[in-house]
């Protein structure tokens, strides 16, 4: 597995074809708005765009648009709105979010009270043998500032299991019913990169669980119906595309027990209208390995009678997708969120449940585990993605591509720095010479730059999400939004995070740090594709390219940077075909639960157990992509 050529590569678009020859009367011209390309490290405008086929056929004056597009073309008056290409979703969890979107919403709780209260809610029509689960709550801003206990949630139900998790992915807690379900008890130690909170001089467990410990429990979380996949995956989807993405992501599948076959019937029914780029987690990789060869025969080429009935044509001839969906790489995770982030110096402040005082956060994969990958993967198609928040996660992230490098020299890996958000002032110039993408969750900064200033000190936080920085040193960054972890869905919000860096307090993260309108547009686009070298077919408005567009009310370029984050997405284009369109003054729903139904949203109980023959060859399918 480790010779072998993972993914097939992109080959971009069709060509360069003259204009003239993608000339036809089905095309559709754009005019009477900003149009702005992308091309190159400044703003290029043009007066119209011509698309044809679900490709860019002409860009250029709004006569010749029009000449060129032939007499039967329609014709979209854009009414002074902002065209850009469609935003690219460097970091996101569609998967992910598509079984939170089933879940009790959590967000905004101010007390624990209030978070018993909608899980009481909830709970009315949970069916037998299902789980009670919620999401979105912070514990931080939660008036007790800190997580639920075992003892609150038993006060939810003493019948049914009660699982909730936080905005950030990383933790959560449980009540005793799901904890005698699992056979959890003070015996029980704690996992390799997570940990069990314990009651105050005791062992017993207090409800809290952290990275691998909460992630444990959610891969034994009971899977869903189809029904409800497709449910759930229909509803991720909207949020996806009322913000803008063309391309989304799922960074961490296999994360969830049913992920794989949410994935495999995405395909099967051809449910996505925009594309999505897998990233699988670690450990799912190597057991794919293991099961590579037991199943290649039917899946393992391209040609196969059932590769030809699952790949789509595409305008761009990117053979990679199956019906959307490729995978892109493998996720690593090196820390978690602000609270375990792995640091080279203790906390200043100790976040809530820690009482070491010299406590420097989780490292949760063992440092051998990731040099083994890169030495892998390295000159293969296949991307590393790393998480790491603490500069100590980003240094033996960097030691890892270094040593690979030694051994077998450079390569375009593109390796993908997730979140970097304290990466020191000396590690970014060897992020620069490995070839790095770093991409920053900015829309975070909003939400949670006050709490995370706190947790560092002063002079940490002076290393905190350093976007003009690697701008000055030539890195290609990226923002994105983490959903449903990071603040917001939105890549406008996260735009204005990398324009204003204004937390809700009112304070700014690093002033210095701060970057213009367009070089944030950049992040969200050409930088976002050619982070996942995609950059031939998307991130810019070119003949050529795919016709991946968005339509804003206001052009982010010329308004007051601290409006930019009240600019709407109009519409929101996938190759030509509108996918999405907002209504006469709507409001994008950013939160993922509402207008859900909870009916049987469980089915059965599925214990920890090796991918099933379907898995496996959703895997394969996806990675045994030779050239």
């Known amino acids: ?11 971009g678009p069709s060509g360069d074809k003259s204009q003239a020859e993608t000339s036809a009367s089905s095309s559709v011209v754009y005019l009477h708005g900003d149009i702005i390309t992308m091309e190159g490290d400044s703003a290029q405008y043009v007066e119209a765009l011509v698309e044809k086929d679900g490709v860019i056929a002409f860009i250029g004056k709004k006569d010749e648009a029009i000449a060129f597009a032939g007499k039967d073309a329609r014709q979209v008056d854009l009414k002074g709105r902002t065209m850009t290409p469609g935003f690219v ?14 879940d009790a919403s959590l967000g905004g709780c101010k007390d624990i009270a209030e978070l018993q209260e909608r899980m009481r809610a909830f709970a009315k029509e ?3 043998g299902g789980w009670l689960v919620g999401f979105g709550y912070g514990a931080t801003n939660l008036k007790e500032g800190r997580h639920p206990t075992v003892e609150e949630l038993d006060q939810i139900s003493t019948t049914l299991p009660v699982y909730v998790k936080d905005g950030s992915g990383h933790h959560g807690a449980i009540n005793s019913v799901l904890m005698k379900m699992l056979n959890l008890s003070a015996a029980t130690p704690d996992p390799e990169g997570g940990f069990y909170e314990r009651k105050p001089g005791s062992k017993e467990l207090a409800g809290h669980v952290a ?5 444990q429990i959610g891969a034994k979380r009971p899977a869903f119906s189809e029904e409800m996949i497709h449910k759930g995956l229909d509803k991720a989807v909207q949020i996806w595309v009322e913000n803008g993405h063309t391309t989304a992501q799922e960074t961490g599948l296999g994360l969830g027990a049913d992920d794989f076959e949410t994935v495999q019937l995405a395909i099967d029914n051809k449910w996505l209208p925009i594309d999505l780029v897998l990233f699988v987690k670690g450990s799912m990789a190597s057991k794919a390995a293991t099961a590579v060869y037991n199943v290649k025969q039917k899946y393992g080429s391209p040609g196969s009678d059932d590769a030809k009935k699952l790949l789509e044509a595409r305008p761009d001839m990117n053979v990679r997708y199956y019906n959307r969906i490729r995978l892109g790489g493998i996720k690593f995770w090196m820390d978690g969120s602000p609270e375990t982030m792995l640091l080279s110096q203790p906390f200043t402040k100790l976040p809530a449940g820690v009482t070491d005082k010299n ?3 989780i490292q949760t994969t063992p440092t051998a585990e990731l040099d083994s990958a890169f030495a892998k993967y390295w000159k293969s198609d296949l991307q590393i993605a790393v998480h790491e928040v603490g500069d100590q996660a980003m240094e033996i992230c960097l030691q890892a591509i270094e040593k690979a ?25 060897r992020i620069a010479a490995v070839g790095g993408t770093p991409s920053f969750t900015m829309a975070g900064l909003e939400a949670k730059g006050d709490d995370a200033a706190i947790l560092v000190g002063p002079k940490r936080v002076s290393w905190a999400v350093p976007a003009n920085s690697m701008q000055k040193a030539g890195i290609r960054w990226t923002s994105h939004t983490d959903w449903p972890a990071g603040g917001s869905p939105s890549e406008i919000v996260g735009m204005s995070g990398s324009v204003n860096r204004r937390t809700l307090a009112g304070n700014v993260i690093n002033p210095a740090e701060c970057v213009t309108p367009y070089q944030a547009l950049q992040a969200i686009t050409y930088n976002a594709a050619y982070q996942l070298k995609e950059e031939k077919s998307k991130g810019s408005l070119k003949v050529g390219k795919l016709a991946d567009m968005v339509i804003l009310d206001k052009n982010p370029l010329k308004v007051d940077p601290l409006t930019i984050q009240d600019i709407r997405v109009m519409q929101t284009i996938k190759e030509g075909k509108t996918v999405y369109e907002r209504k006469a003054d709507g409001v994008a729903d950013a ?4 207008g859900y139904s909870p009916e049987d949203p469980h089915t059965h109980f599925q214990a920890d157990r090796p991918l099933t023959k379907r898995q496996e060859k959703t895997l394969v399918m996806l990675l045994d992509r030779q050239k």
């Open 211 to 215: 990275e691998e410990a909460h992630f």
């Open 405 to 429: 490098i030694k051994d077998q020299g450079m390569s375009d890996h593109r390796p993908i720095l997730q979140h970097a958000n304290f990466t020191r002032p000396d590690q970014i110039a």
């Open 359 to 361: 406590y420097k956060g």
């Open 1 to 11: 597995m480790a010779l072998l050529p993972l993914l097939h590569s992109c080959k």
């Open 89 to 102: 979703d460097a970091h996101g969890h569609l998967i992910y979010t598509s079984k939170n979107a089933l």
């Open 591 to 594: 939160d993922p639960a509402k």
């Open 126 to 128: 949970i069916p037998e």
